[in-house]
């Protein structure tokens, strides 16, 4: 089931010369985990703000084609165009790429219920929400700390809270670790694993590090120039590793390795991950 729909999206913003989306297709499927990467101003972030409406409810601009989310718990299915960004909320999150933009309340507890209250939900939804968000996100026992208090990994992670309090379907991360250090990260990056493995949601994941997305993502999407270049699974991208470097994305040095060993005819297929290469060259 498609949980996402985008065709033919094309926006420009008010004011900016060029389109920052051409005619951008594609589709995620319940459950799935979608990396996207790009360089620097190839749209990513744009792509994801028209995910969740506020392109084009909030931010105008020149917009054609259509998104179409359709909530896989209940079925209906919601055109941006026509849906207020409140509503889209509870069924798809987006997490913006600098969490202190996100966060300006002056406890844990009261950022995270910000947008419940918001939402007018009783009291005892309201306490359940929260004790459920506290413990996927592993911020139980800071409910009074000071957002900016907090380490960058903590601050990404109650950014995350309050957008999964909404209990969304679909979640939009863009960049969600490119602030952090590698511990932060590493939190992150986990409990975006938990949340597919045992909470079973989509995952739309902006990411600049590709060694996760390679890893992890059921198929990834390669933007330039706010087109869709590429779209495949990370074995078929993993064939392209000339395109990608000419784009000036970072790979993982496995990836980088094995693809130049293979030019040598040492192996016959490249490797995505460490633990591949290191089997495939008979060193496990
Ligand atoms: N608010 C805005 N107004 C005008 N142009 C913008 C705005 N935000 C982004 N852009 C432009 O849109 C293009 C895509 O930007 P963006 O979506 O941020 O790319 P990425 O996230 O891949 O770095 C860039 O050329 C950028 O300058
Ligand atoms: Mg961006």
Same mark, same amino acid.
């Given at each position: 089931m498609n949980v996402i729909t !985008? %065709?033919?999206?094309?926006? &420009?913003y008010r004011r900016a010369a060029e389109y920052s989306l051409r005619d951008v297709?594609?589709?995620?499927?319940?459950?799935?985990?979608?990396? !996207?990467?790009? *360089?620097?101003?190839s749209g990513k972030s744009t792509l994801c703000l028209t995910l969740?409406? +506020? +392109? $084009? &409810?909030? +931010?105008?601009?020149?917009?054609?084609g259509d998104v179409v989310i359709r #909530? $896989?718990?209940?079925?209906?299915?919601?055109?941006?165009?026509?849906? $207020?960004?409140?509503?889209?909320s509870t069924v798809i999150g987006l997490v913006l790429q600098n969490p202190e933009s996100q966060l300006f309340n002056m406890t844990v507890e009261e950022e995270i219920a910000f947008g419940l %209250?918001?939402?007018?939900l009783e009291r005892n939804e309201i306490l359940r929400r929260l004790r459920w968000v506290l413990?996927?996100?592993g911020l139980r026992g800071l409910e009074r700390e000071f957002p900016p208090n907090l380490s960058g990994g903590q601050q990404q992670r109650l950014a995350i809270a309050s957008v999964l309090a909404m209990e969304p379907a679909v979640l939009v991360l863009?960049? *969600?670790?490119?602030?952090? #250090? $590698? !511990?932060?990260?590493?939190?992150?990056?986990g409990l975006i694993s938990l949340l597919r493995k045992e909470h079973g949601m989509t995952v739309i994941l902006v990411e600049h590090h590709t060694d996760?997305?390679? &890893?992890?993502?059921? &198929?990834?999407?390669?933007? #330039?120039g706010g087109h869709v270049i590429m779209e495949g699974t990370p074995r078929e991208l993993a064939e392209e590793v000339e395109t990608l470097k000419k784009l000036g994305i970072k790979l993982p040095p496995s990836l980088e390795i094995s693809h130049e060993l293979r030019k040598r005819g040492v192996i016959k297929a490249p490797a995505l991950t460490e633990e591949e290469l290191l089997s495939w060259t008979g060193h496990p």
């Open positions: !985008v %065709e033919n999206l094309s926006f &420009r297709s594609f589709e995620a499927r319940k459950g799935e985990l979608l990396g !996207v990467i790009g *360089p620097s101003g969740n409406g +506020i +392109i $084009p &409810r909030s +931010i105008k601009g020149e917009f054609s #909530d $896989p718990r209940t079925g209906e299915e919601y055109n941006t165009r026509e849906t $207020p960004v409140s509503r889209l %209250e918001n939402l007018g413990e996927v996100t863009d960049e *969600p670790t490119s602030q952090l #250090d $590698p !511990v932060g990260r590493r939190e992150v990056l996760y997305i390679l &890893r992890f993502a059921d &198929r990834v999407l390669v933007m #330039d």
